[in-house]
């Protein structure tokens, strides 16, 4: 091989290097790139020639935004359903843990008839399947308090991706859940070994076990080598990096499902198991810091509901007046995000744009004032709140702050 | 769905068809994937605990114990006194019965008004904490921290011990207020 090889890695190599160039993004970051920031003449130059790995391109910067325990998807730098994998979502509660794919083990045990451990090769082997489906943070909603407010701020923790993995119902089997077990713990390896509870019917009906996003090996900080995926549900329960499942006959209530996800609602209630994410929209563009010109103006957006399909999405550009149905683009799924649009033709006058999704259930997302009415001012978790963008007399598009009361 | 043929065994077994050719809709319910599991290797990892204090660890926690523990493992981050911070505050300021939360967007949520099961504070403690140093705790360490918690927050006195039998007796005052999602969707009330 050597000769060969050599010859070949020496003119990659040599090709690669002789196209790395250091630029200096617009955020101050010196990165490494295969393409100049700025060909003078692109038909008098040869580009980079072929190479291991693509880049964006420099002129790209879309960023996730980071907290210590959270990062938010750039919702307003994109343009489909999927979601690039290195600008998912993050929440973390003790960091990204780093697991050797080849010393991976899940562990299922409890109530079944065979405690099983299988290694992710095991995993790989069962019949496999892939869905495109959204994970949402149940946090996904930080009450916004000023006009200086992006989509990535509003609800920048959600994501979509295609996911391949095996049917949970699949190890089920393998392994004989007894008919007395009705929850299962999920546990993962990360420094919090993060645990939830969860319903042995979810488990049966569409949970599934994956170890790829988006046609690769899944990302570390979307749980890899292998994650629980609960579609539609609070994103927290799809439990990342997972090494255990027990099987019980109630719930462990574990710290993440009692002292933290869960909200209080009226009459001093805390809502417990709060797991089903409900319909909700965004307009994506135009967004602050956007500003638009006097004319035609496509509002695009994305809509979603752990409960099904998106029915219909409507827009309206008068402050909620009177609304409209948006285009949905295909594909619709089944607890996913789905791209709308809708053309507007801006007079010029200030007003305020906002989106409202209609799901199959007949759900309609609702406005604050409503939450708020419903579950109390000490609300937390779970808010789905329509929200405006209030359009200047100069074009200028900033968030529209509500009272929260 | 999947093209798979039936194992000889299900057809023996007469589950899912009559016949043993291929069929697109055969699966076999048992692939033979993974290794059993010994009790060894289940009992090394599982460390969840339930309210009914199922695997609670032999060994005692004292509240003079855990206040040393506290001092050295958690007041860093947690403050002095629980109530400090910087991080979680884990004692609460007030009762589980003060003005409920539904009304008190600012009322701070902690073990003593927000923590509906006791055995909880054990399992977290134990699998996650110190951040600096998850699952470095001895298990009398963790019963110990445990009671301290549970002291400062008026749930217990000095002088109860910490235990696999006492730790899932503790009603904590919370428990009656929560209640299990009962959001449906459709186009009923808000929920």
Not at chain 1, 175 to 192: I, Y
Not at chain 1, 369 to 375: D, G, S, T, W, Y
């Amino acid at each position: 091989m050597s000769q060969k090889m050599t010859r070949r890695r020496l003119l990659l190599g040599g090709a690669a290097t002789a196209a790395v160039a250091i630029v200096k993004t617009s955020f101050g970051k010196m990165v490494q790139t295969g393409i100049p920031e700025a060909a003078l003449d692109p038909t008098k130059h040869v580009g980079p020639l072929p190479s291991a790995l693509g880049t964006r391109s420099p002129f790209e910067h879309p960023q996730r935004k980071a907290t210590l325990t959270s990062s938010q998807t750039p919702l307003q730098d994109l343009y489909g359903i999927i979601t690039p994998s290195d600008l998912h979502f993050e929440r973390h509660h003790a960091g990204v843990p780093a697991i050797d794919p080849n010393t991976y083990e899940l562990l299922i045990h409890g109530m079944v008839d065979r405690p099983t451990i299988f290694s992710l090769s095991d995993l790989k082997r069962f019949p496999s399947v892939s869905r495109i489906c959204f994970v949402e943070c149940s946090g996904n909603f930080r009450k916004p308090d000023k006009e200086s407010i992006t989509p990535q701020d509003i609800c920048g923790l959600t994501s979509q991706s295609e996911w391949t993995g095996v049917m949970l119902s699949t190890l089920f089997r393998e392994v004989g859940v007894k008919p007395k077990a009705t929850w299962f713990l999920a546990e993962g390896s990360d420094a919090a070994v993060m645990t939830r509870s969860i319903p042995v019917s979810k488990g049966w009906e569409e949970a599934m076990i994956v170890y790829a996003q988006n046609g690769e090996a899944i990302r570390p900080q979307q749980g890899y080598p292998a994650r629980l995926l609960l579609p539609g549900w609070e994103g927290n329960t799809s439990i990342k990096w997972l090494r255990r499942i027990e099987l019980s006959d109630g719930p462990f209530m574990t710290r993440e499902e009692t002292s933290k996800y869960t909200e209080p609602v009226k009459d001093g209630k805390i809502r417990q198991f709060s797991f089903t994410m409900d319909a909700r929209s965004i307009i994506t563009y135009p967004a602050y810091p956007v500003q638009v010109q006097k004319g035609w103006v496509e509002i695009r957006g994305l809509a979603w509901s752990g409960r099904g399909k998106i029915a219909r999405v409507e827009i309206s550009t008068n402050a909620g007046k009177t609304w409209n149905i948006a285009q949905l683009q295909e594909p619709v799924l089944d607890k996913a995000h789905t791209y709308f649009r809708y053309l507007w033709q801006w007079n010029g006058d200030t007003t305020e744009i906002m989106s409202r999704a209609i799901d199959e259930t007949g759900y309609i997302q609702p406005s604050l004032e409503q939450l708020i009415k419903a579950r109390g001012i000490g609300t937390g978790y779970h808010l789905n709140p329509v929200t405006a963008w209030l359009v200047k007399r100069d074009g200028q598009v900033v968030y529209k702050p509500e009272q929260w009361k | 769905m999947f093209k798979l043929r039936m194992p000889y065994w299900a057809c023996v077994a007469g589950i899912a068809m009559s016949s043993c050719e291929q069929r697109a809709d055969a699966v076999p319910i048992h692939f033979g994937y993974g290794r059993a599991a010994t009790a060894n290797e289940i009992a090394g990892k599982a460390i969840a605990i339930p309210p009914s204090g199922i695997g609670l660890p032999p060994g005692n926690g004292t509240v003079q114990q855990g206040a040393v523990v506290y001092a050295s493992k958690c007041a860093a981050c947690h403050g002095v006194t629980g109530v400090e911070g910087p991080f979680n505050i884990l004692v609460a300021p007030d009762t589980a019965n003060a003005i409920p939360f539904d009304r008190a967007p600012k009322r701070v949520k902690s073990i003593g008004n927000y923590w509906p099961y006791a055995t909880t504070v054990f399992d977290y403690v134990r699998r996650a904490m110190p951040y600096n140093a998850p699952g470095s705790l001895s298990d009398e360490e963790v019963y110990s921290v445990t009671a301290w918690l549970l002291y400062a927050n008026k749930l217990i006195d000095t002088t109860t011990i910490i235990n696999a039998k006492t730790l899932p007796a503790i009603v904590m005052p919370a428990r009656k207020y929560y209640v299990t999602d009962n959001r449906k969707g459709g186009n009923g009330p808000y929920e």
